[in-house]
């Protein structure tokens, strides 16, 4: 079964507009951490986010934000004021600790955002 | 901190021949992960190493594959014989202990086989 659940190959956003990227996970551990990393076309992976599972208030990071919703199991990254920069590919990923998961890190397929001007 | 360096950033090589990867981590960082990004399988877990120690090594694609930490601050991944199928980006990745602890990736090797 999928750990991390990226349902939108692509998305679309006019700049200074927010975004909703979207995350489900698969978990039975208790304690896990969500991330978002992005990927720019130039290669590298830029951590963005992270929510841990005790965490009750919702991570944010400047522009970012990651509206969680445990009993749903959901992780969405929220970026507010699109910008012509944040055309890239954002995945979504878990990490648990436990003795079949070890202490890996699991990746979502990606979503591709572009902004458009 | 220089963050983690990986080596070479881009490899073409012909099929058959060995490949080595090279990974400098973040001093400090305990863990250490080599990930594959293909376009068709997206990012893959290869290997991950604690403490030097390899943990799991299940997302291995085969023999032709192994890696090897001898100590805390160099990693290696080797691909021999290499194969026109072994083209991807290989990311090597450093954190502190755990599940609340962020990956911090190198800037990858594109590994070209002929």
């Known amino acids: 079964a999928q750990k991390i659940t990226q349902t939108q190959p692509g998305m679309f956003v006019q700049e200074k507009e927010a975004v909703t990227l979207d995350c489900t996970y698969d978990?039975?551990?208790?304690?896990?951490?969500l991330f978002w990393y992005k990927q720019p076309s130039s290669g590298e992976m830029i951590f963005l986010i992270y929510?841990?599972?005790?965490?009750?208030q919702n991570a944010t990071e400047g522009r970012y934000s990651l509206n969680f919703q445990k009993a749903r199991k959901s992780a969405n990254l929220v970026i507010s004021a699109s910008q012509l920069g944040d055309s890239a590919m954002y995945f979504c990923?878990?990490?648990?600790?436990?003795?079949?998961?070890?202490?890996?890190?699991?990746f979502g397929e990606g979503t591709q955002l572009t902004v458009n001007p | 901190d220089a963050g983690v360096i990986q080596s070479p950033r881009h490899e073409v090589t012909e099929m058959g021949q060995e490949v080595t990867l090279r990974c400098k981590p973040i001093?400090?960082?305990?863990?250490l992960f080599w990930y594959r990004q293909t376009m068709m399988r997206g990012l893959e877990l290869l290997i991950y190493?604690?403490?030097?120690?390899?943990?799991?090594d299940s997302g291995m694609p085969e023999d032709r594959f192994s890696a090897k930490m001898p100590n805390a601050s160099f990693s290696t991944l080797k691909i021999q014989p290499s194969e026109p199928r072994d083209s991807a980006v290989y990311f090597c990745?450093?954190?502190?202990?755990?599940?609340?602890?962020?990956?911090?990736f190198g800037e990858g090797s594109r590994l070209t086989v002929l």
């Open positions: 190493f604690n403490n030097n120690v390899p943990i799991d």
């Open positions: 929510q841990g599972s005790y965490d009750e």
């Open positions: 978990t039975s551990d208790q304690s896990y951490g």
């Open positions: 001093s400090g960082h305990d863990y």
């Open positions: 990923a878990m990490r648990e600790v436990s003795e079949t998961s070890g202490s890996r890190l699991t």
């Open positions: 990745a450093s954190s502190f202990t755990h599940w609340a602890g962020e990956l911090f």
